[in-house]
């Protein structure tokens, strides 16, 4: 059962571009919402994270809205770069509960 | 410090050998965890230990056996392993307890492990 569904599964921009990667929930325990990012070959490495009182956090050019009543949050990626390439997995966890359940990922590829 | 530190980064074995992979972690972290990742799929949890105890086992078939020596090494045993088991193995740690941002797991670079 997939309790962290994600899309799209893969996506191509162009440089400057700003994409959107879009992941929704169903349990409704889950109350903390980090995002990965996975080079190939490498372990994912912690963008940023979210909490569910917070509609929208963003750090540097990386966004995440989050919609609590829909159960839906998303990562905006604003003047993406080729270096942004990677896969990217939105996650959800209970804080205190040591399982992190991961979303099936978006390969990104930023084209120059 | 924020690094988990895995080794080896590549390991091919047989499957009649028996082989180690080890992770290290200087963050004062008291979760662990091995996790297991095929090609273009998510990290799958395969083990968690708290305080050094083993707190969640995933159903994970017994050729692999992880050890936490101390709250700052984490092992994975390899013993009679299946070429269907090749994936990349990730250790990762995060505090036990903690506030918000204090829950996030910090993931090393993994151990690319062929199986033959």
């Known amino acids: 059962q997939q309790q962290v569904k994600q899309s799209p599964q893969s996506l191509i921009v162009q440089k400057g571009g700003i994409p959107i990667i879009n992941c929704a929930y169903e349990n409704t325990a889950f109350d903390y919402f980090p995002w990965y990012q996975q080079f190939p070959g490498k372990g994912p490495a912690l963008l940023i994270a979210i909490r569910p009182d917070v509609s929208e956090k963003k750090e540097g050019r990386f966004t995440i809205s989050f919609n609590k009543s829909a159960k839906q949050f998303s990562l905006h990626i604003m003047d993406s770069q080729p270096g942004d390439s990677a896969t990217y997995f939105c996650?959800?966890?209970?804080?205190?509960?040591?399982?992190?359940?991961f979303g099936i990922g978006t390969k990104l590829q930023v084209i120059p | 410090d924020t690094e988990v530190t895995q080794t080896p980064k590549h390991l091919v074995m047989g499957m009649t050998n028996k082989k180690s992979l080890k992770c290290e972690q200087h963050?004062?972290?008291?979760?662990m965890y091995w996790y297991k990742q095929k090609a273009k799929k998510p990290p799958e949890l395969m083990f968690v230990?708290?305080?050094?105890?083993?707190?969640i086992n995933e159903s994970v078939p017994s050729r692999f056996s992880p050890e936490c020596p101390n709250s700052s090494l984490l092992n994975l045993h390899l013993h009679a392993l299946q070429p269907e088991d090749s994936a990349l193995y990730l250790c990762?740690?995060?505090?036990?307890?903690?506030?918000?941002?204090?829950?996030?797991?910090?993931f090393g670079q993994g151990t690319r492990l062929t199986v033959v």
């Open positions: 996650a959800a966890l209970i804080r205190g509960y040591q399982k992190v359940t």
């Open positions: 963050m004062g972290h008291r979760a």
């Open positions: 230990y708290s305080y050094e105890k083993l707190s």
């Open positions: 990762a740690s995060s505090q036990e307890r903690g506030g918000w941002g204090n829950t996030e797991a910090f």
